[in-house]
């Protein structure tokens, strides 16, 4: 069975930066294509990145250029890494394993002065 397991986020100051973790447990992270979405109350869940199993990524506009997604396949383990937070990407942080439409339970992130 898969398991996606998060850590990470929290308060962070506007402007500021921090990173979420995500280890897959029960399949091999490197063959699948992985993702991250956030959601807000009362919206739809957000795509935000992907990494492919070649490693190519991709970013929605929003936060393009200031998130980074990655992996450790060594230890099963994907990152996203942000930069120039802003008050909107407060939310909960979700990863994904798409080849499974497994998901991890959330990471909350929230940015404020």
């Known amino acids: 069975q898969v398991q996606l397991v998060q850590s990470g986020g929290g308060f962070v100051q506007p402007g500021g930066s921090v990173s979420i973790s995500c280890k897959v447990s029960?399949?091999?992270?490197?063959?699948?294509?992985m993702g991250w979405f956030r959601q807000t109350p009362g919206n739809e869940r957000e795509w935000l990145a992907t990494i492919m199993e070649s490693g190519r990524t991709d970013f929605t506009d929003s936060v393009k250029g200031r998130f980074t997604i990655s992996r450790d396949n060594a230890n099963n383990t994907m990152y996203l890494q942000m930069t120039e937070l802003r008050p909107e990407d407060t939310a909960v942080y979700y990863c994904k394993d798409f080849n499974r439409n497994a998901w991890g339970r959330g990471t909350q992130v929230t940015v404020s002065l």
């Open positions: 029960g399949t091999v992270l490197s063959a699948s294509i």
